[in-house]
């Protein structure tokens, strides 16, 4: 169902690889909403195709990025707002990476070189895409600028490894950047930590299918979809939440606070 929430918004989503990722979601129901917007990947990503049978459905232009390269985020806001004729409203991070999860590196035995990408990958992109955001006084005033972040930020999921760390700077860089561009523009900056979802990268974590039905038994709401996410990135983006910032948003039905649940106790207790 469509309310016209994001009715005359302009944004950029990066990081739609398939139609499982989060930001395809979220890029469906922008489009429901509203808004147009600009669709932006790795350009080896783009070389899967996929992201242009979303394109074409969202009537969207594709400017390929690595969100790691400050040069291809300068050129990508240069371009976005060429094409969509005004300043950005809205802008959604959902980029993670890391080459020792890729590759089955336990976290006694990082490769460091590989803990430094994925650290720039999935944390210093959004430092750089703020940065250069505001060079190019590219924000209009009351925007709204969301990362998607994780629970291992703040609690230990030992298959997680490096991305623990990743995720822990991408909220601090939320709250530091949340500050200085509140300051400058009330342009609002904000993660949201979302409960395991079946895409790319959530799947690319060992042991997650265990984990996934782990957490879905814990929460008292079940695991969060994908579009359960993309709903609340949209109201996010929305003018009904210009007040919130500098947050880390819990998206996990309620896993977070929780101790134990009926349904791991009755598991167990089978044993
Ligand atoms: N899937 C989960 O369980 C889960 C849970 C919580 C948070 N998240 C977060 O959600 C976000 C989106 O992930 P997803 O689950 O939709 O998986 P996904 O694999 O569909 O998306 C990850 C995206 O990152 C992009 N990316 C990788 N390197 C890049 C680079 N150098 N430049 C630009 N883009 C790059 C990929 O191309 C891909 O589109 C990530 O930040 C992820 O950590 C996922």
């Excluded at 969060?224 to 919130?244: G, N, P, Q, R």
């Amino acid at each position: 169902m469509s309310y016209n929430l994001l009715k005359g918004k302009k944004g950029i989503i990066f990081g739609a690889l398939d139609e499982k990722s989060i930001a395809w979601k979220v890029a469906l129901r922008a489009k429901e909403e509203g808004a147009e917007f600009v669709l932006t990947n790795a350009p080896l990503a783009m070389r899967m195709g996929e992201i242009k049978k979303l394109a074409e459905h969202c009537n969207a232009e594709i400017i390929p990025a690595d969100a790691t390269s400050v040069e291809d985020i300068e050129n990508l806001f240069t371009k976005a707002q060429e094409i969509l004729g005004s300043k950005i409203d809205f802008v959604l991070h959902s980029i993670g990476m890391s080459p020792n999860i890729r590759k089955g590196k336990t976290y006694g035995d990082l490769n460091y070189e590989w803990f430094l990408k994925t650290l720039d990958i999935s944390a210093l992109s959004f430092h750089k895409i703020m940065q250069v955001a505001e060079k190019q006084d590219a924000m209009n005033e009351w925007g709204s600028i969301v990362a998607l972040s994780y629970g291992a930020a703040q609690r230990v999921f030992p298959d997680y490894t490096d991305m623990s760390q990743a995720k822990a700077v991408l909220e601090s860089i939320a709250r530091n950047y949340g500050h200085r561009f509140g300051k400058l523009k009330k342009v609002r900056v904000n993660t949201i930590s979302q409960s395991p979802t079946k895409t790319t990268a959530g799947t690319g974590v060992g042991g997650f299918d265990a984990f996934y039905d782990y957490a879905d038994k814990m929460s008292p709401l079940g695991n969060a979809s994908a579009e359960a996410c993309a709903d609340y990135c949209i109201t996010m983006f929305s003018d009904l939440t210009k007040m919130v910032t500098m947050q880390n948003l819990m998206h996990d039905g309620g896993f977070s606070h929780m101790g134990i649940s009926e349904e791991i106790v009755e598991l167990l207790e089978k044993k």
